[in-house]
């Protein structure tokens, strides 16, 4: 039962077209009832949706739709019927491929092109779409049949988004480079931290943000955009001007930093993008091994800027290939140790505490610093490994260092979120406090905020239990993360650590300070003390003074030394006071570690 009513005589136009053979899809008196009936039937049993387009009606309203059209669209006939087919692209108005149909339609030829559509409920098809028209007698345009196919999970289709694979991105852009003498740009992006959207906020929301920037991304008028694995995203431009690069990658950024609504959280993310020039005919591959070179490079900016490929970087990729491999056995050969910076009260300018931050000794590259492998270590797992390390070499030298002190001194050891969802986190800091003889209080552990997030009932019990042991909980970072601020008071947290992007210029900044000062407010109504970090200047730490914090640490007091420098330090520290000590401080951050 095709549905719809008849018209006028039509003759088929695309001879390749087999459905189109069958003349009587449009109802003709003249035609043999045999024929007539067996169309139909062919219509009723095919796989693919079949439309047709009045072309001479007003708005070129759908006419006729088969069953598998309803099947498909989740639209019955009558609901189809008299619409422009327009409504199945929904919102998503800004599709490439939509001006090839519009100048099929405008020319009455045929066209083939693949759509994002969506279904009755709202849910996204991709449609393989063949647009065929049909001419009468004196050569007029008359109809046009579409020939619906859902390809949302065929080969080259990335299943979650919609967006072209691996493969099809591959297969794409050999295609458009066969058409050669074109410039491509081609781009790939990363959302940063986006295990710790799934780990806090679970995999549905984590697949609804990829689906979200999916969605917004798909609006772009590029050539090919494509979701490569988990959080990769590639993008190709054809280019006019080669000077236009910069200007679309900042671009599709700009698209990507408005805050994603999703059902259970709304997030603001950030995106790193490296990308890469060159001329159609080369290798595809070549291509994503460039952009995603650059990617890496961006990423290991602290400000995460984009950064376009340069030769450099593909000897950059070679080594982190080889870093990962060989952070697995850096904990064995004992090249991993910490930097330690000190926390100053703020009040009394007394040193009360540090930080310890990890450095991986490299046999072939150096001293490395955690932007370089955290990353990668949280990646491969290698994270575990090293985070059982450092707790325990923490513990050990907390206990020593109070050994020969009456204040307690506390350490502060920063943790991933790995760490705390696939171990007991709990039994683990049990086991070395009691293993080392380290007390808890003068352990705090920090966590960046993101961990805050709706679900974690086992996060919040392991917090809870640390607390009672009298181990302290950090938030990192404060004010950059994802956090709702609503889980703050269902989370027992000793400390909040003032991102240092609030303290930076804060001198300068009106908006700074307020932030700072609703920080300072919060940490009171939570009892928890507030962390300045990054405090570079005397005017910072005034201000950070005055607003309420009752800690600070930067470069101002002094970087991260190593073991010997920071006893030094500490030693000297017990007996000298006030100006000394700051005379001492200039001369250790004159010589940073
Ligand atoms: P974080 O925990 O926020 O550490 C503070 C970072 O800011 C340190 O960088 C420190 O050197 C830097 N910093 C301190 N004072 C100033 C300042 O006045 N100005 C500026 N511009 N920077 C300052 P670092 O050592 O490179 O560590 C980077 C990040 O690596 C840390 O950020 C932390 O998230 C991570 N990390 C460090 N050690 C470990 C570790 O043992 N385990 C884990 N999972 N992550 C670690
Ligand atoms: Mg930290
Ligand atoms: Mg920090």
């Known amino acids: 039962m095709i549905h719809g009513g008849g018209e006028g005589a039509i003759v088929p136009a695309g001879a390749d077209f087999n459905v189109m053979q069958w003349p009587s899809l449009i109802d003709r008196p003249e035609k043999p009832a045999v024929e007539d009936a067996i169309s139909r039937l062919a219509l009723d049993h095919i796989s693919d949706g079949v439309l047709v387009a009045d072309m001479r009606l007003r708005g070129h309203p759908i006419i006729q739709v088969n069953p598998a059209f309803e099947r498909i669209t989740g639209y019955p006939a009558c609901e ?48 393989a779409l063949r647009l065929e028209p049909l001419h009468d007698n004196q050569g007029h345009l008359t109809h046009f049949v579409g020939i619906i196919r859902d390809v949302t999970h065929a080969a080259g289709v990335d299943r979650l988004t919609g967006l072209l694979d691996r493969n099809g991105l591959l297969d794409r852009l050999a295609q458009i480079e066969m058409q050669a003498g074109s410039v491509l740009l081609v781009i790939k992006l990363d959302i940063l931290r986006f295990h710790d959207v799934n780990n806090g906020f679970g995999y549905d929301v984590g697949d609804a943000l990829l689906c979200s920037a999916s969605a917004r991304l798909g609006t772009l008028p590029a050539v090919a955009i494509s979701r490569i694995d988990g959080n990769n995203f590639v993008l190709a431009f054809e280019l006019v001007d080669v000077g236009m690069a910069g200007q679309i990658v900042s671009d599709v950024l700009d698209l990507l930093r408005p805050r994603f609504i999703l059902p259970g959280a709304s997030l603001a993310v950030q995106f790193a993008a490296g990308y890469t020039i060159g001329v159609a005919g080369s290798d595809p591959l070549q291509f994503l091994r460039r952009a995603g070179a650059a990617l890496q490079h961006s990423k290991a900016l602290p400000d995460h800027t984009p950064r376009p490929f340069a030769e450099a970087d593909d000897r950059d990729a070679r080594n982190r290939v080889r870093l990962a491999n060989e952070l697995q056995s850096a904990v064995s050969n004992e090249e991993l140790l910490f930097h330690y910076q000190p926390q100053v009260d703020l009040g009394s300018g007394d040193l009360i505490g540090a930080e310890a931050l990890l450095r991986w000794n490299h046999g072939a590259f150096g001293l490395q610093q955690p932007m370089r492998f955290i990353g990668v270590a949280e990646e491969t797992g290698a994270i575990m490994d090293i985070g059982a390390w450092g707790l325990r070499t923490l513990a050990a030298y ?144 005034a201000i950070m003074r005055e607003l309420g914090c009752s800690v600070g640490q930067g470069f101002l007091f002094a970087p991260p030394l190593d073991e010997h420098r920071f006893e030094l330090l500490l030693n000297e520290g017990l007996v000298v006071r006030e100006e000394r000590q700051q005379r001492l401080l200039e001369n250790y951050r004159s010589k940073p570690a």
């Open 80 to 127: 189809a019927i008299g619409k422009n087919c327009r409504y199945l692209q929904g919102s998503d108005r800004l599709q490439p491929e939509l001006a090839e149909i519009r100048a099929a339609l405008a020319e009455g030829h045929a066209c083939s092109v693949t759509l994002r559509n969506f279904r009755r409920d709202g849910t996204m098809f991709r449609n």
């Open 398 to 541: 907390a206990a020593r260092i109070n050994q020969s002190r009456r204040a307690p001194f506390r350490f502060a050891l920063n943790v991933s979120v790995m760490e705390f969802t696939r171990q007991d986190m709990v039994a683990s800091v049990e086991r070395v406090l009691e293993e080392t003889g380290c007390r808890a209080e003068w352990l705090t552990l920090e966590l960046t905020e993101n961990l805050m997030a709706p679900e974690p009932d086992d996060i919040r019990r392991a917090f809870e239990h640390l607390r009672r042991l009298g181990v302290s909980i950090s938030i990192d970072d404060f004010g950059t993360g994802y956090s709702n601020l609503r889980y703050l008071e269902r989370f027992p947290l000793s400390e909040l650590k003032i991102d240092r992007s609030f303290v930076r210029d804060v001198a300068e900044s009106s908006v700074k300070r307020v932030i700072v000062e609703s920080i300072v407010k919060l940490g009171a109504a939570l009892d928890t003390r507030v962390v300045a970090e990054g405090i570079e200047t005397e005017a910072e730490r």
